[in-house]
């Protein structure tokens, strides 16, 4: 059987760890174009949700986890959402664009590839500190922060096979 090694090179095309990585990164930016937009327009809805649900008293006997879910800190979070929509939208799709362009390069093996789009991955992120807080990590959501972080390391790894 001819299996190919993963990190084994081959200087005219990307190893089969970083094509995959790649296409998964290609996947991931337009599905971060769509759900961006779908955000923005969905952001004030979402914060009267949340308010509503808590003013109900519709979770008394819900379990705790999902209490977690809809509570001040959450409130809080989605209506700073709310009010910071545009600039959250317009960073969140110029950080999809920039992982969407460096998964691109790094597939013609350019290394300035790595450097655009961990750009464009820290960028929503930061975006979020900056007009939301750390509340972004509060509960599950921090799980949401664990795929990117894989990311950023198997690409470092991948490094090795870009050209400056």
């Given at each position: 059987m001819n299996e190919q090694n993963?990190?084994?090179?081959?200087?005219?095309?990307?190893?089969?760890?970083?094509?995959?990585?790649?296409?998964?990164?290609?996947?991931?930016?337009?599905?971060?174009l769509i759900s961006g937009?779908?955000?923005?327009?969905?952001?004030?809805?979402n914060a009267e949700n949340i308010e509503k649900a808590m003013q109900a008293?519709?979770?008394?006997?819900?379990?705790?986890?999902?209490?977690?879910?809809?509570?001040?800190?959450?409130?809080?979070?989605?209506?700073?959402?709310?009010?910071?929509?545009?600039?959250?939208?317009?960073?969140?799709?110029v950080g999809a664009v920039l992982c969407l362009y460096g998964a691109i390069e790094m597939r013609k093996l350019k290394a300035q590839g790595f450097w655009i789009w961990l750009a464009g991955e820290l960028l929503p992120i930061v975006t979020l500190l900056i007009f939301v807080g750390t509340t972004i990590f509060a509960g599950f959501s921090f799980i949401g922060y664990l795929v990117p972080l894989a990311f950023v390391i198997m690409y470092a790894v991948c490094r090795i096979e870009l050209i400056n």
């Open positions: 993963p990190f084994e090179m081959n200087m005219n095309k990307p190893s089969a760890m970083l094509n995959v990585m790649t296409i998964l990164s290609i996947i991931g930016s337009i599905f971060a937009g779908v955000s923005f327009f969905l952001a004030d809805k008293g519709s979770l008394d006997g819900a379990p705790g986890f999902v209490k977690s879910f809809v509570n001040k800190d959450a409130l809080e979070m989605a209506q700073k959402m709310a009010d910071n929509k545009l600039p959250i939208l317009i960073l969140t799709m």
